[in-house]
Protein backbone atom coordinates (compact mmCIF):
# COMPACT_ATOMS: atom_id res chain seq x y z
CA UNK A 1 0.00 0.00 0.00
CA UNK A 2 1.29 2.95 -1.08
CA UNK A 3 2.26 6.06 1.57
CA UNK A 4 -0.58 8.13 0.81
CA UNK A 5 -3.31 5.41 0.27
CA UNK A 6 -2.39 4.40 3.72
CA UNK A 7 -2.85 7.92 5.04
CA UNK A 8 -6.05 7.96 3.17
CA UNK A 9 -7.43 4.64 5.67
CA UNK A 10 -6.00 6.52 8.37
CA UNK A 11 -7.58 9.46 7.82
CA UNK A 12 -11.15 7.55 7.36
CA UNK A 13 -11.19 5.34 10.42
CA UNK A 14 -10.50 8.56 12.36
CA UNK A 15 -13.60 10.14 10.79
CA UNK A 16 -15.40 7.15 11.61
CA UNK A 17 -14.19 7.09 15.41
CA UNK A 18 -15.69 10.87 15.72
CA UNK A 19 -18.67 9.98 14.01
CA UNK A 20 -19.10 7.38 16.88
CA UNK A 21 -17.70 9.96 19.27
CA UNK A 22 -20.36 12.89 18.25
CA UNK A 23 -23.66 10.68 17.77
CA UNK A 24 -23.30 7.16 18.90
CA UNK A 25 -21.37 6.82 22.32
CA UNK A 26 -23.10 7.52 25.45
CA UNK A 27 -20.57 10.40 26.90
CA UNK A 28 -21.23 14.09 28.58
CA UNK A 29 -20.42 17.08 26.35
CA UNK A 30 -17.18 17.72 28.22
CA UNK A 31 -15.99 14.42 27.58
CA UNK A 32 -17.54 14.40 23.61
CA UNK A 33 -15.55 17.75 23.31
CA UNK A 34 -12.45 16.03 24.63
CA UNK A 35 -12.85 13.00 22.43
CA UNK A 36 -12.92 15.13 19.36
CA UNK A 37 -10.08 17.07 20.43
CA UNK A 38 -8.01 13.88 20.79
CA UNK A 39 -9.37 12.50 17.61
CA UNK A 40 -8.48 15.99 15.65
CA UNK A 41 -5.01 15.54 17.21
CA UNK A 42 -4.36 12.06 15.85
CA UNK A 43 -5.38 13.36 12.18
CA UNK A 44 -2.77 15.98 12.37
CA UNK A 45 -0.19 14.05 13.70
CA UNK A 46 -0.80 11.05 10.72
CA UNK A 47 -0.71 14.03 8.22
CA UNK A 48 2.49 15.67 9.62
CA UNK A 49 3.98 12.14 10.13
CA UNK A 50 3.39 10.70 6.36
CA UNK A 51 4.73 14.69 5.19
CA UNK A 52 7.80 14.43 7.45
CA UNK A 53 8.32 10.14 6.36
CA UNK A 54 8.15 10.72 2.62
CA UNK A 55 10.62 13.55 2.55
CA UNK A 56 12.82 11.84 4.82
CA UNK A 57 12.82 8.74 2.38
CA UNK A 58 13.39 10.74 -0.72
CA UNK A 59 16.21 12.28 1.07
CA UNK A 60 17.91 8.43 1.58
CA UNK A 61 17.01 7.45 -2.37
CA UNK A 62 17.96 10.71 -3.70
CA UNK A 63 20.87 8.86 -5.50
CA UNK A 64 19.12 5.48 -6.51
CA UNK A 65 16.18 7.10 -8.33
CA UNK A 66 15.58 4.61 -11.08
CA UNK A 67 12.34 6.09 -12.46
CA UNK A 68 14.48 7.11 -15.52
CA UNK A 69 15.65 3.64 -16.31
CA UNK A 70 12.46 1.83 -15.84
CA UNK A 71 10.27 -0.24 -18.81
CA UNK A 72 6.95 1.65 -19.46
CA UNK A 73 4.52 1.95 -17.50
CA UNK A 74 2.19 -0.92 -19.25
CA UNK A 75 5.31 -3.27 -19.16
CA UNK A 76 4.24 -6.87 -18.05
CA UNK A 77 7.02 -9.30 -17.65
CA UNK A 78 8.53 -9.38 -14.50
CA UNK A 79 10.79 -7.08 -12.34
CA UNK A 80 13.66 -8.57 -10.70
CA UNK A 81 15.21 -6.54 -8.20
CA UNK A 82 19.02 -7.52 -7.36
CA UNK A 83 21.67 -7.38 -3.97
CA UNK A 84 24.21 -8.69 -2.91
CA UNK A 85 27.42 -9.15 -4.53
CA UNK A 86 28.90 -8.56 -7.44
CA UNK A 87 26.57 -6.28 -9.15
CA UNK A 88 29.60 -4.68 -11.21
CA UNK A 89 30.08 -7.37 -12.72
CA UNK A 90 26.70 -8.93 -13.38
CA UNK A 91 25.42 -4.63 -14.75
CA UNK A 92 28.70 -3.30 -15.55
CA UNK A 93 27.87 0.32 -15.24
CA UNK A 94 24.05 -0.22 -16.29
CA UNK A 95 21.48 0.22 -13.46
CA UNK A 96 19.10 -1.62 -15.54
CA UNK A 97 18.95 -4.91 -17.64
CA UNK A 98 15.74 -5.39 -19.76
CA UNK A 99 15.62 -8.96 -21.60
CA UNK A 100 12.61 -10.43 -23.42
CA UNK A 101 11.63 -12.68 -20.33
CA UNK A 102 12.20 -9.57 -17.89
CA UNK A 103 14.25 -6.86 -16.22
CA UNK A 104 16.86 -6.72 -13.79
CA UNK A 105 17.19 -4.01 -11.77
CA UNK A 106 20.22 -3.16 -9.77
CA UNK A 107 20.28 -2.20 -5.96
CA UNK A 108 23.50 -1.50 -4.50
CA UNK A 109 22.91 -0.40 -1.03
CA UNK A 110 20.28 -2.89 0.35
CA UNK A 111 18.99 -0.67 3.13
CA UNK A 112 17.62 1.18 0.52
CA UNK A 113 15.96 -1.91 -1.21
CA UNK A 114 12.52 -1.18 0.55
CA UNK A 115 11.94 2.22 -0.06
CA UNK A 116 13.25 2.38 -3.14
CA UNK A 117 10.14 -0.90 -3.83
CA UNK A 118 7.67 1.66 -2.19
CA UNK A 119 8.43 4.67 -4.54
CA UNK A 120 8.03 2.61 -7.57
CA UNK A 121 4.90 1.11 -6.36
CA UNK A 122 3.55 4.49 -5.68
CA UNK A 123 4.14 5.45 -9.38
CA UNK A 124 3.59 2.04 -11.19
CA UNK A 125 0.81 -0.09 -8.24
CA UNK A 126 -0.16 -2.38 -11.21
CA UNK A 127 3.72 -3.67 -10.98
CA UNK A 128 3.42 -5.40 -7.44
CA UNK A 129 2.31 -8.65 -8.40
CA UNK A 130 5.46 -8.56 -10.84
CA UNK A 131 8.16 -7.91 -8.13
CA UNK A 132 10.84 -10.42 -7.56
CA UNK A 133 13.83 -10.11 -5.25
CA UNK A 134 17.30 -11.74 -5.90
CA UNK A 135 20.19 -12.20 -3.79
CA UNK A 136 23.94 -12.72 -4.72
CA UNK A 137 26.36 -14.88 -3.12
CA UNK A 138 29.90 -15.02 -4.06
CA UNK A 139 31.95 -16.38 -0.95
CA UNK A 140 35.22 -16.06 -3.17
CA UNK A 141 34.76 -12.49 -2.79
CA UNK A 142 34.93 -12.26 0.97
CA UNK A 143 37.41 -13.18 3.60
CA UNK A 144 35.32 -13.31 6.37
CA UNK A 145 31.74 -15.04 6.46
CA UNK A 146 30.76 -12.38 8.86
CA UNK A 147 30.08 -10.05 5.83
CA UNK A 148 28.01 -12.70 4.00
CA UNK A 149 25.64 -13.51 7.20
CA UNK A 150 25.55 -9.33 7.74
CA UNK A 151 24.31 -8.99 4.02
CA UNK A 152 21.89 -11.38 4.49
CA UNK A 153 20.37 -10.23 7.84
CA UNK A 154 19.85 -6.92 5.52
CA UNK A 155 18.20 -8.54 2.76
CA UNK A 156 15.72 -10.40 5.57
CA UNK A 157 14.99 -7.54 7.41
CA UNK A 158 13.98 -5.95 4.37
CA UNK A 159 11.95 -8.65 2.61
CA UNK A 160 10.07 -8.07 5.85
CA UNK A 161 9.91 -4.45 5.23
CA UNK A 162 8.47 -4.93 2.31
CA UNK A 163 5.86 -7.31 2.90
CA UNK A 164 4.43 -5.17 5.54
CA UNK A 165 4.42 -1.83 3.98
CA UNK A 166 3.45 -3.26 0.73
CA UNK A 167 0.99 -5.97 1.72
CA UNK A 168 2.42 -8.13 -0.48
CA UNK A 169 4.96 -10.90 -0.38
CA UNK A 170 7.17 -10.97 -3.58
CA UNK A 171 9.14 -14.02 -4.44
CA UNK A 172 12.94 -14.03 -2.59
CA UNK A 173 15.39 -16.12 -4.44
CA UNK A 174 19.04 -16.69 -3.62
CA UNK A 175 21.65 -17.13 -6.65
CA UNK A 176 25.25 -18.05 -5.35
CA UNK A 177 28.15 -17.86 -7.53
CA UNK A 178 31.51 -20.17 -7.61
CA UNK A 179 34.74 -20.42 -9.27
CA UNK A 180 34.95 -23.03 -11.91
CA UNK A 181 38.69 -24.14 -12.64
CA UNK A 182 38.04 -24.62 -16.07
CA UNK A 183 36.73 -21.54 -17.06
CA UNK A 184 38.79 -19.53 -14.74
CA UNK A 185 42.08 -21.39 -16.17
CA UNK A 186 40.70 -20.69 -20.36
CA UNK A 187 40.18 -17.07 -19.03
CA UNK A 188 43.88 -16.63 -17.63
CA UNK A 189 45.27 -17.96 -20.06
CA UNK A 190 48.75 -16.45 -20.63
CA UNK A 191 47.52 -14.39 -23.77
CA UNK A 192 43.96 -13.94 -22.19
CA UNK A 193 42.09 -14.22 -25.44
CA UNK A 194 42.50 -18.37 -26.17
CA UNK A 195 39.53 -19.82 -24.35
CA UNK A 196 40.94 -23.49 -25.71
CA UNK A 197 38.61 -26.37 -24.36
CA UNK A 198 36.52 -23.59 -22.40
CA UNK A 199 32.95 -24.77 -21.34
CA UNK A 200 29.91 -22.91 -19.69
CA UNK A 201 28.86 -24.34 -16.27
CA UNK A 202 25.06 -25.03 -16.47
CA UNK A 203 22.86 -23.47 -13.65
CA UNK A 204 21.77 -25.50 -10.97
CA UNK A 205 18.17 -24.89 -9.14
CA UNK A 206 16.55 -25.94 -6.18
CA UNK A 207 12.65 -24.71 -6.28
CA UNK A 208 10.93 -24.54 -3.37
CA UNK A 209 7.26 -23.96 -4.81
CA UNK A 210 5.82 -23.66 -0.72
CA UNK A 211 8.16 -20.80 -0.11
CA UNK A 212 5.58 -19.87 2.76
CA UNK A 213 5.72 -22.94 4.72
CA UNK A 214 8.00 -23.19 7.63
CA UNK A 215 11.44 -24.70 6.43
CA UNK A 216 12.55 -28.08 7.39
CA UNK A 217 15.67 -29.83 6.50
CA UNK A 218 14.05 -32.17 4.04
CA UNK A 219 14.10 -29.03 1.70
CA UNK A 220 18.46 -30.19 1.84
CA UNK A 221 17.03 -32.99 -0.02
CA UNK A 222 14.49 -31.33 -3.00
CA UNK A 223 16.41 -32.65 -6.06
CA UNK A 224 18.27 -29.71 -7.87
CA UNK A 225 17.10 -28.84 -11.74
CA UNK A 226 19.39 -28.43 -14.58
CA UNK A 227 18.93 -25.30 -16.87
CA UNK A 228 21.49 -25.75 -19.48
CA UNK A 229 22.68 -23.04 -22.11
CA UNK A 230 20.14 -24.37 -24.73
CA UNK A 231 17.40 -23.55 -22.46
CA UNK A 232 16.48 -27.21 -21.87
CA UNK A 233 15.60 -28.20 -18.25
CA UNK A 234 16.45 -31.92 -16.64
CA UNK A 235 16.53 -33.64 -13.13
CA UNK A 236 20.06 -33.51 -11.80
CA UNK A 237 19.93 -37.49 -12.08
CA UNK A 238 18.80 -37.44 -15.87
CA UNK A 239 21.59 -34.90 -16.62
CA UNK A 240 24.71 -36.28 -15.35
CA UNK A 241 23.18 -39.88 -16.46
CA UNK A 242 22.88 -38.15 -20.40
CA UNK A 243 25.06 -38.15 -23.53
CA UNK A 244 25.63 -34.83 -24.33
CA UNK A 245 27.80 -32.93 -26.70
CA UNK A 246 28.01 -29.68 -24.78
CA UNK A 247 29.39 -31.80 -21.34
CA UNK A 248 31.55 -34.62 -21.33
CA UNK A 249 31.36 -37.40 -18.51
CA UNK A 250 33.92 -36.24 -16.32
CA UNK A 251 32.57 -32.46 -16.40
CA UNK A 252 29.53 -33.64 -15.27
CA UNK A 253 30.28 -35.73 -12.88
CA UNK A 254 32.35 -32.93 -11.60
CA UNK A 255 29.94 -30.17 -11.45
CA UNK A 256 27.46 -32.60 -9.23
CA UNK A 257 30.30 -33.31 -6.84
CA UNK A 258 30.94 -29.29 -6.92
CA UNK A 259 26.81 -29.12 -6.62
CA UNK A 260 27.09 -31.07 -3.54
CA UNK A 261 29.75 -29.40 -1.99
CA UNK A 262 28.32 -25.94 -2.74
CA UNK A 263 24.96 -26.97 -1.76
CA UNK A 264 26.50 -28.33 1.76
CA UNK A 265 28.06 -25.04 2.15
CA UNK A 266 25.15 -22.80 1.54
CA UNK A 267 22.64 -25.00 4.30
CA UNK A 268 24.94 -25.33 6.72
CA UNK A 269 26.74 -21.89 7.22
CA UNK A 270 24.75 -19.36 5.50
CA UNK A 271 21.01 -19.91 4.71
CA UNK A 272 20.30 -20.81 7.89
CA UNK A 273 20.23 -16.81 8.80
CA UNK A 274 17.29 -17.22 6.33
CA UNK A 275 14.87 -19.31 8.10
CA UNK A 276 15.93 -18.71 11.72
CA UNK A 277 13.22 -17.46 13.92
CA UNK A 278 13.94 -13.86 15.50
CA UNK A 279 11.93 -11.08 16.83
CA UNK A 280 12.18 -8.86 14.21
CA UNK A 281 12.53 -10.67 11.28
CA UNK A 282 10.33 -13.97 10.08
CA UNK A 283 11.86 -16.71 8.55
CA UNK A 284 12.13 -17.06 4.84
CA UNK A 285 12.39 -19.76 2.62
CA UNK A 286 13.67 -18.92 -0.32
CA UNK A 287 11.81 -19.52 -3.63
CA UNK A 288 14.73 -20.49 -5.46
CA UNK A 289 18.36 -21.25 -5.02
CA UNK A 290 20.78 -20.88 -7.75
CA UNK A 291 24.29 -22.48 -7.92
CA UNK A 292 26.63 -21.66 -11.04
CA UNK A 293 30.23 -21.67 -11.77
CA UNK A 294 31.24 -19.31 -13.58
CA UNK A 295 35.49 -17.80 -14.40
CA UNK A 296 35.64 -16.01 -10.98
CA UNK A 297 38.98 -14.10 -9.97
CA UNK A 298 38.52 -15.07 -6.02
CA UNK A 299 40.58 -13.17 -3.53
CA UNK A 300 43.08 -14.85 -1.61
CA UNK A 301 42.20 -16.60 1.70
CA UNK A 302 38.46 -15.96 1.15
CA UNK A 303 35.30 -17.77 2.72
CA UNK A 304 35.15 -20.64 0.04
CA UNK A 305 39.24 -21.99 -0.01
CA UNK A 306 38.81 -21.80 3.53
CA UNK A 307 35.94 -24.01 4.14
CA UNK A 308 37.47 -26.08 1.95
CA UNK A 309 40.41 -26.55 4.02
CA UNK A 310 38.62 -27.08 7.10
CA UNK A 311 36.99 -30.07 5.75
CA UNK A 312 39.55 -31.66 3.50
CA UNK A 313 42.93 -30.13 4.78
CA UNK A 314 43.72 -29.37 1.06
CA UNK A 315 44.73 -26.12 -0.28
CA UNK A 316 43.42 -25.82 -3.97
CA UNK A 317 46.32 -26.05 -6.24
CA UNK A 318 44.71 -23.96 -8.86
CA UNK A 319 43.66 -20.73 -7.11
CA UNK A 320 47.56 -20.20 -7.36
CA UNK A 321 47.37 -19.45 -10.45
CA UNK A 322 45.45 -16.48 -9.98
CA UNK A 323 47.47 -14.60 -8.19
CA UNK A 324 49.80 -13.87 -11.15
CA UNK A 325 46.22 -12.62 -13.27
CA UNK A 326 46.80 -9.31 -14.78
CA UNK A 327 42.80 -9.08 -15.04
CA UNK A 328 41.43 -7.61 -11.54
CA UNK A 329 38.29 -10.12 -9.78
CA UNK A 330 36.09 -6.63 -10.60
CA UNK A 331 36.02 -7.03 -14.18
CA UNK A 332 35.14 -10.14 -14.96
CA UNK A 333 31.26 -10.05 -16.87
CA UNK A 334 28.89 -12.86 -14.68
CA UNK A 335 26.17 -13.68 -16.16
CA UNK A 336 22.26 -13.06 -15.04
CA UNK A 337 19.79 -15.71 -14.64
CA UNK A 338 17.74 -15.11 -17.33
CA UNK A 339 16.56 -18.75 -17.74
CA UNK A 340 15.07 -18.19 -14.35
CA UNK A 341 12.44 -15.62 -15.61
CA UNK A 342 10.29 -17.66 -17.17
CA UNK A 343 9.99 -19.74 -14.01
CA UNK A 344 8.95 -17.16 -11.68
CA UNK A 345 5.30 -17.06 -10.45
CA UNK A 346 3.09 -14.52 -11.31
CA UNK A 347 2.00 -13.14 -7.13
CA UNK A 348 -1.70 -12.88 -6.53
CA UNK A 349 -1.21 -9.88 -4.55
CA UNK A 350 -3.71 -7.42 -4.23
CA UNK A 351 -3.17 -3.90 -5.22
CA UNK A 352 -2.82 -0.95 -3.62
CA UNK A 353 -6.51 0.46 -4.47
CA UNK A 354 -7.88 -2.90 -3.66
CA UNK A 355 -5.88 -2.95 -0.36
CA UNK A 356 -6.92 0.73 0.65
CA UNK A 357 -10.45 -0.76 -0.32
CA UNK A 358 -10.43 -3.82 2.09
CA UNK A 359 -9.29 -1.75 4.90
CA UNK A 360 -11.64 0.75 4.77
CA UNK A 361 -14.31 -1.85 4.30
CA UNK A 362 -13.00 -3.52 7.45
CA UNK A 363 -12.73 -0.40 9.25
CA UNK A 364 -17.06 0.03 7.61
CA UNK A 365 -17.56 -3.12 9.43
CA UNK A 366 -16.22 -2.31 12.73
CA UNK A 367 -18.01 0.80 12.53
CA UNK A 368 -20.70 -0.81 12.25
CA UNK A 369 -20.39 -3.37 14.50
CA UNK A 370 -19.66 -0.35 17.13
CA UNK A 371 -23.13 1.43 16.23
CA UNK A 372 -25.16 -1.64 16.57
CA UNK A 373 -23.22 -2.33 20.42
CA UNK A 374 -23.81 1.93 21.62
CA UNK A 375 -27.14 1.67 20.13
CA UNK A 376 -28.03 -1.38 22.00
CA UNK A 377 -26.33 0.03 24.92
CA UNK A 378 -28.36 3.55 24.76
CA UNK A 379 -31.93 1.64 24.08
CA UNK A 380 -31.33 -0.66 27.60
CA UNK A 381 -30.70 2.51 29.17
CA UNK A 382 -33.43 3.93 27.68
CA UNK A 383 -35.55 1.27 29.00
CA UNK A 384 -33.98 1.13 32.39
CA UNK A 385 -34.96 4.57 32.68
CA UNK A 386 -38.48 4.40 31.96
CA UNK A 387 -38.48 1.62 33.52
CA UNK A 388 -37.74 3.18 36.81
CA UNK A 389 -40.41 5.49 36.48
CA UNK A 390 -43.13 3.34 36.01
CA UNK A 391 -41.91 0.63 38.37
CA UNK A 392 -42.08 4.00 41.44
CA UNK A 393 -45.43 5.18 39.79
CA UNK A 394 -46.66 1.91 40.66
CA UNK A 395 -45.70 1.49 44.15
CA UNK A 396 -46.60 4.58 45.49
CA UNK A 397 -50.34 4.41 46.71
CA UNK A 398 -53.11 6.68 45.37
CA UNK A 399 -53.41 8.24 48.98
CA UNK A 400 -49.96 9.66 49.12
CA UNK A 401 -50.71 12.84 46.73
CA UNK A 402 -47.44 14.75 46.68
CA UNK A 403 -45.34 11.54 45.58
CA UNK A 404 -48.05 9.91 43.41
CA UNK A 405 -48.24 13.57 41.36
CA UNK A 406 -44.36 13.87 41.07
CA UNK A 407 -43.72 10.64 39.97
CA UNK A 408 -47.07 10.89 37.41
CA UNK A 409 -44.87 14.22 36.45
CA UNK A 410 -41.84 12.33 35.48
CA UNK A 411 -43.98 9.84 33.60
CA UNK A 412 -45.76 12.79 31.37
CA UNK A 413 -41.84 13.81 30.78
CA UNK A 414 -41.16 10.55 29.05
CA UNK A 415 -44.65 10.86 27.29
CA UNK A 416 -43.87 13.70 25.45
CA UNK A 417 -40.00 12.81 25.29
CA UNK A 418 -40.88 9.45 23.18
CA UNK A 419 -43.70 11.30 21.45
CA UNK A 420 -41.31 14.11 19.97
CA UNK A 421 -39.08 10.91 18.76
CA UNK A 422 -42.39 9.70 17.18
CA UNK A 423 -43.04 13.01 15.51
CA UNK A 424 -39.30 13.45 13.98
CA UNK A 425 -37.69 10.44 13.90
CA UNK A 426 -35.63 8.35 17.02
CA UNK A 427 -32.31 10.04 17.34
CA UNK A 428 -29.41 7.95 15.21
CA UNK A 429 -28.14 6.93 18.60
CA UNK A 430 -31.10 5.01 19.53
CA UNK A 431 -31.38 4.11 15.93
CA UNK A 432 -30.12 0.74 13.85
CA UNK A 433 -33.43 -0.93 14.08
CA UNK A 434 -32.83 -1.53 18.06
CA UNK A 435 -35.34 1.56 19.12
CA UNK A 436 -37.57 0.13 22.05
CA UNK A 437 -39.18 3.36 22.32
CA UNK A 438 -42.16 2.57 20.65
CA UNK A 439 -42.99 -0.48 22.99
CA UNK A 440 -42.76 1.78 26.03
CA UNK A 441 -44.91 4.48 24.89
CA UNK A 442 -48.01 2.83 25.25
CA UNK A 443 -47.36 1.69 28.95
CA UNK A 444 -46.68 5.16 29.81
CA UNK A 445 -49.69 6.38 28.57
CA UNK A 446 -51.64 3.11 30.62
CA UNK A 447 -49.65 4.20 33.74
CA UNK A 448 -50.83 8.11 33.02
CA UNK A 449 -54.53 6.87 32.67
CA UNK A 450 -54.96 5.05 35.82
CA UNK A 451 -54.49 7.95 37.84
CA UNK A 452 -57.10 8.78 39.67
CA UNK A 453 -57.38 12.94 41.47
CA UNK A 454 -58.12 13.06 44.76
CA UNK A 455 -61.50 14.86 45.45
CA UNK A 456 -60.87 18.62 45.46
CA UNK A 457 -60.82 20.34 48.81
CA UNK A 458 -61.23 24.15 48.39
CA UNK A 459 -60.48 25.51 52.15
CA UNK A 460 -60.72 29.02 52.11
CA UNK A 461 -57.75 30.84 53.85
CA UNK A 462 -58.96 33.51 56.05
CA UNK A 463 -57.17 36.40 57.43
CA UNK A 464 -59.07 37.11 60.51
CA UNK A 465 -59.14 40.49 61.92
CA UNK A 466 -61.28 42.91 63.56
CA UNK A 467 -61.08 44.71 60.49
CA UNK A 468 -63.51 43.02 58.08
CA UNK A 469 -61.24 44.98 55.32
CA UNK A 470 -58.25 42.73 55.99
CA UNK A 471 -60.38 39.70 55.60
CA UNK A 472 -58.90 37.74 52.23
CA UNK A 473 -60.55 34.50 51.47
CA UNK A 474 -57.86 32.84 48.70
CA UNK A 475 -58.99 29.95 46.74
CA UNK A 476 -56.60 27.71 44.57
CA UNK A 477 -56.40 28.17 41.32
CA UNK A 478 -56.07 24.51 39.99
CA UNK A 479 -59.64 23.34 42.65
CA UNK A 480 -61.27 25.95 40.42
CA UNK A 481 -59.86 25.61 36.69
CA UNK A 482 -57.72 23.47 34.46
CA UNK A 483 -54.21 24.16 33.77
CA UNK A 484 -54.20 27.21 31.13
CA UNK A 485 -58.06 27.56 31.34
CA UNK A 486 -60.89 30.51 33.00
CA UNK A 487 -63.86 27.98 32.66
CA UNK A 488 -65.04 26.63 36.15
CA UNK A 489 -64.98 23.09 37.07
CA UNK A 490 -68.00 21.53 38.22
CA UNK A 491 -66.78 20.19 41.07
CA UNK A 492 -65.61 23.93 42.41
CA UNK A 493 -69.17 25.02 43.73
CA UNK A 494 -69.03 24.01 47.10
CA UNK A 495 -65.94 25.80 47.78
CA UNK A 496 -67.67 28.87 46.09
CA UNK A 497 -70.96 28.70 48.15
CA UNK A 498 -68.96 28.68 51.18
CA UNK A 499 -66.90 31.53 49.69
CA UNK A 500 -70.01 33.74 49.17
CA UNK A 501 -71.43 33.08 51.95
CA UNK A 502 -68.51 34.28 54.07
CA UNK A 503 -68.38 37.43 51.98
CA UNK A 504 -72.54 38.42 52.76
CA UNK A 505 -71.48 38.07 56.25
CA UNK A 506 -70.13 41.48 55.55
CA UNK A 507 -72.25 43.97 53.98
CA UNK A 508 -71.40 47.23 53.01
CA UNK A 509 -68.26 46.57 50.74
CA UNK A 510 -66.81 45.99 47.22
CA UNK A 511 -66.33 42.50 46.60
CA UNK A 512 -62.46 42.48 45.21
CA UNK A 513 -61.98 39.80 43.08
CA UNK A 514 -57.99 39.58 41.58
CA UNK A 515 -56.56 36.52 39.92
CA UNK A 516 -52.53 35.58 40.14
CA UNK A 517 -50.36 33.45 38.06
CA UNK A 518 -46.84 31.88 38.64
CA UNK A 519 -43.85 33.06 36.75
CA UNK A 520 -44.56 30.63 34.25
CA UNK A 521 -45.09 31.42 30.32
CA UNK A 522 -45.83 34.82 29.20
CA UNK A 523 -46.27 37.73 31.51
CA UNK A 524 -49.31 39.46 29.40
CA UNK A 525 -50.75 35.94 28.97
CA UNK A 526 -50.57 35.34 32.69
CA UNK A 527 -52.31 39.10 33.22
CA UNK A 528 -54.82 38.03 30.94
CA UNK A 529 -55.08 34.76 32.31
CA UNK A 530 -55.79 36.08 35.95
CA UNK A 531 -58.22 38.69 34.79
CA UNK A 532 -60.46 36.14 33.37
CA UNK A 533 -60.07 33.74 36.08
CA UNK A 534 -61.59 36.38 38.49
CA UNK A 535 -64.11 37.76 35.93
CA UNK A 536 -65.27 33.91 35.89
CA UNK A 537 -65.56 33.90 39.88
CA UNK A 538 -67.50 37.10 39.63
CA UNK A 539 -70.20 36.20 37.05
CA UNK A 540 -70.42 33.10 39.04
CA UNK A 541 -71.47 34.74 42.59
CA UNK A 542 -73.82 37.11 40.90
CA UNK A 543 -75.43 34.20 39.06
CA UNK A 544 -76.01 32.36 42.27
CA UNK A 545 -76.47 35.45 45.19
CA UNK A 546 -78.41 38.31 42.70
CA UNK A 547 -75.60 40.99 44.05
CA UNK A 548 -75.50 43.62 41.66
CA UNK A 549 -72.40 44.33 39.21
CA UNK A 550 -71.60 47.76 41.26
CA UNK A 551 -70.45 45.37 44.43
CA UNK A 552 -68.04 43.94 42.56
CA UNK A 553 -64.54 45.09 41.31
CA UNK A 554 -61.98 42.39 39.50
CA UNK A 555 -58.43 42.44 38.74
CA UNK A 556 -56.01 40.23 36.93
CA UNK A 557 -52.27 40.81 38.50
CA UNK A 558 -50.79 37.92 36.68
CA UNK A 559 -46.95 36.91 38.50
CA UNK A 560 -46.28 40.74 39.96
CA UNK A 561 -47.79 39.83 43.72
CA UNK A 562 -46.34 36.39 44.47
CA UNK A 563 -47.27 35.24 47.83
CA UNK A 564 -43.98 33.03 47.78
CA UNK A 565 -40.88 32.22 45.39
CA UNK A 566 -41.67 30.47 42.34
CA UNK A 567 -38.47 28.33 42.30
CA UNK A 568 -40.28 25.12 43.54
CA UNK A 569 -43.51 23.31 42.45
CA UNK A 570 -45.69 23.77 45.93
CA UNK A 571 -44.13 27.63 45.90
CA UNK A 572 -45.85 28.08 41.75
CA UNK A 573 -48.95 26.05 43.19
CA UNK A 574 -49.57 28.30 45.68
CA UNK A 575 -49.09 31.55 43.89
CA UNK A 576 -52.09 30.32 41.66
CA UNK A 577 -54.64 31.46 43.23
CA UNK A 578 -57.50 33.73 43.27
CA UNK A 579 -58.72 36.05 46.16
CA UNK A 580 -61.75 37.32 47.23
CA UNK A 581 -61.48 40.23 50.20
CA UNK A 582 -63.78 43.88 51.03
CA UNK A 583 -63.42 47.07 50.34
CA UNK A 584 -64.89 50.10 51.75
CA UNK A 585 -67.16 51.74 49.48
CA UNK A 586 -69.57 54.07 50.91
CA UNK A 587 -71.86 54.30 47.93
CA UNK A 588 -70.95 51.48 46.04
CA UNK A 589 -73.10 48.15 47.26
CA UNK A 590 -76.45 48.65 49.65
CA UNK A 591 -77.51 45.41 50.62
CA UNK A 592 -80.38 46.43 52.67
CA UNK A 593 -83.34 44.48 51.43
CA UNK A 594 -81.59 41.81 49.64
CA UNK A 595 -80.45 38.13 50.30
CA UNK A 596 -78.78 35.64 48.85
CA UNK A 597 -80.22 33.49 46.11
CA UNK A 598 -78.80 30.30 47.11
Not at 22 to 46: A, D, E, H, K, Q
Not at 98 to 106: D, K, L
Request: hydrophobic fraction near 40%; aromatic fraction near 10%; charged fraction near 20%.
Amino acid sequence: MTDRLRLLSQLFGCVLLAVLIIVYMPLTSVLRIVGLVIVFCIMLLLVLWGSYWRKSRSKRISGTLLLPYLPPAGYQQPIVFVTGDGLSNLFGDKTVIEQPEGCFIRIDDTECLTDILCNLVTEHPLWVSQLHLFHVFIPEFHTDDVSLRVGLKQWRWQLTRVRKQLGCSPTASIVSYFADEWQVKSTLSETNLVRENSVTSPWFCQFHENSRSPFSLKSIDTPFEVHTASKNRHSLAAWVNQTSASYNDTQRYAYALKLNVARDFLYNDLLSECWQAERLAKPIVPFCIVIHFAPLIPVTENVWSHWLAERTGLQSTWQEFTKTAQLPHNEITLPLPVHLLTNLPRQNSVRPIEKTFYNMMLAGMVFIVCVLMFSYQNNQHLVKEIGEHLAEYYQIAMGNEPSKHGARLKLEKDAKRLEYYYRTGEPPEFGAGLYQGAYLYPHILTAIATYVAPPPRIEPVKDVSNDPIKQIIRLDSLSLFDVGKFALKPEATPGLIRAVVDIKAQPGYVILITGHTDNTGNEKDNELLSLKRAEAVRDWMMEVSDLPINCFAVQGYGASQPITSNTTEAGRQQNRRVEISLVPEVSACQLTDMAPAL
